[in-house]
């Protein structure tokens, strides 16, 4: 059976039919439904729908300044507490299915970069300080066994599957082909959770996932937890793909998403005082990033900070035309120049990391396009430009509007949690692939659930044995090092790649 029709199949058998289908993802510590524009709808109604104001939507949606359109993804604040919000009505019992995976052929195509998106947060209290937790033994299989493997994904209904899941999905399988073609054997059970905790306690329940060799999923943090301390003594490796955890407790669990605890740890050297660190701000900071910069300038003497304000090309060009007339005149001119210029901060021969705190699509836009413009100008008057590099916010890479040549101009370095970039053979074998398969290209989610396939169902046979401690794996082009955290007993992926963008333009990832 091809993965194609498998799975069709699966997604039929496993949605609930009549499922409200929203979409809550947490963004800097606030939480937002992902809401689609029907037509007839109207902010008001959408802010008195979710509680929430009109400028709230407004200020969170750059695409709102063309107004609101039928078609338009939307993000709205919101608040679980609040009971103006219409949540999903999902009904309860959870369905599985049992297929084992068939074979795809490899191959190549496209070209692209792909960076982590946001990450599926429960709202959980601050971790309360806990004793050591003793590790598990996990147990393995062997070369002639088949591995059972439970997976767990909000995959919407029916009428309205949710994409980024579904995709998550399609690399799974993908992925336990691979398995399959190295000459072992895998029986899936796929659960289709509906960010639903009442369901995931119904599966639970059950007593299915006992028979599991491995669980992936679920992949918010409220919903694993009982997934955890019901398997907590059967020595089953438990994954949880996308969330960062913070409330979890159990040797059990492994975590793909770096922990922030180490994320600066590859930047530091950039602010250890050996390069001036200018500091681009606007009236919208993105606080979170301003932060974590912040916490590294201990060592750093030679802070310059900006703040830019735009101003149209016309009203540059008009304030010159009037300063020309007074220095003609013999007047005393203002010579402070605008302050979205950047030539003033370019100048000179101090190396320089700048750093944009920006928390607006549009204004990092113009900010880096301003940096690229100074660069020219004064290169082309001969003028002496400082080395610099620009120390960019991975959630850039959300932006859907910048030109994506402009960060190669401007040498812009880049923490990530996920690389795939397309133009690698490893990424154009399985881009290729995924496209023969189901006709579209992969995601980040696609890739991270064929990573999540190879990675685990591999180490069933043998590697697990250890809980991947010491084990270094690199199924596409982002690595895995599992590291066992004392605290809260997780093992906890401890890779974060930076990402540069080289004026060549060439990446390279370190």
């Known amino acids: 059976m091809k993965i194609r029709s498998l799975i069709l199949t699966l997604l039929l058998i496993c949605v609930v039919s009549g499922l409200s289908a929203q979409e809550l993802v947490v963004i800097g510590g606030v939480k937002y439904a992902i809401h689609d524009v029907v037509k007839g709808e109207t902010l008001y109604s959408l802010a008195r729908r979710y509680g929430t104001t009109v400028d709230e939507i407004v200020k969170v949606n750059d695409v709102l300044a063309q107004g609101l359109k039928a078609g338009q993804r939307i993000k709205i604040p919101t608040s679980v507490q609040n009971s103006s919000v219409e949540m999903p009505t999902v009904g309860r019992g959870a369905k599985k299915h049992s297929a084992t995976e068939s074979a795809v052929s490899p191959s190549e195509v496209a070209q692209s970069e792909v960076a982590q998106s946001e990450q599926p947060q429960a709202e959980v209290q601050p971790v309360v300080e806990q004793p050591k937790v003793e590790p598990i033994s996990f147990r393995t299989l062997k070369n002639c066994d088949r591995a059972e493997v439970a997976l767990l994904l909000p995959l919407g209904s029916e009428d309205r599957p949710s994409q980024n899941y579904l995709d998550f999905y399609r690399g799974f399988l993908v992925g336990l082909d691979s398995v399959r073609m190295a000459?072992?054997?895998?029986?899936?059970?796929?659960?289709?959770?509906?960010?639903?905790?009442n369901r995931v306690a119904d599966i639970v329940a059950s007593g299915a996932l006992g028979k599991a060799d491995l669980v992936v999923g679920p992949v918010y943090e409220d919903e694993l937890i009982p997934v955890a301390e019901a398997l907590r003594e059967k020595g089953t490796p438990i994954v949880s793909p996308l969330a960062n955890l913070t409330q979890t407790?159990?040797?059990?669990?492994?975590q793909m998403s770096p922990s922030p605890a180490t994320k600066l740890d590859k930047v530091r050297n950039m602010f250890d005082g050996s390069k001036r660190v200018v500091i681009i701000s606007t009236d919208n900071v993105d606080k979170e990033f301003d932060a974590e910069v912040r916490s590294m300038l201990?060592?750093?003497?030679?802070v310059v900070e900006h703040k830019y304000i735009y101003e149209h090309p016309s009203i540059i060009e008009k304030r010159e035309k009037e300063?020309?007339?007074?220095?003609a005149e013999g007047l005393e001119v203002d010579e402070t120049p605008s302050p979205s210029d950047m030539s003033p901060l370019l100048r000179g021969e101090e190396p320089s990391v700048i750093v944009i705190t920006a928390d607006n699509e549009i204004e990092v836009d113009r900010i880096l396009a301003a940096i690229a413009s100074a660069n020219i100008a004064l290169t082309a008057r001969s003028q002496r430009v400082v080395p610099f590099v620009v120390y960019g916010n991975n959630r850039w890479n959300r932006y859907r509007n910048i030109d994506r040549a402009i960060l190669f101009t401007n040498r812009v370095t880049m923490l990530s949690t996920y690389h795939a970039r397309r133009s690698e053979p490893i990424i154009k074998a399985f881009d290729k692939r995924f496209v023969e398969e189901f006709g579209l290209l992969p995601s980040l989610y696609a890739y991270r659930g064929y990573d999540a396939a190879v990675v685990f169902v591999k180490s069933l046979y043998g590697a697990m044995e250890t809980g991947l401690e010491g084990v270094h794996l690199r199924p596409l082009l982002t690595p895995y090092s599992f590291e066992p955290n004392d605290t809260n007993g997780l093992h906890i992926n401890n890779q974060w790649i930076k990402v540069?963008?080289?004026s060549n333009f060439t990446?390279?990832?370190e």
Not at 249 to 254: D, R, T, Y
Not at 298 to 302: C, M
Request: net charge positive; no cysteine; aromatic share 16%.
């Open 298 to 302: 201990k060592d750093t003497s030679y």
């Open 507 to 509: 990446i390279t990832t």
């Open 323 to 327: 300063r020309e007339k007074m220095r």
């Open 500 to 502: 540069n963008y080289n």
């Open 183 to 197: 000459g072992y054997s895998v029986n899936l059970n796929l659960y289709n959770t509906a960010h639903d905790y």
């Open 249 to 254: 407790i159990s040797p059990a669990v492994f």
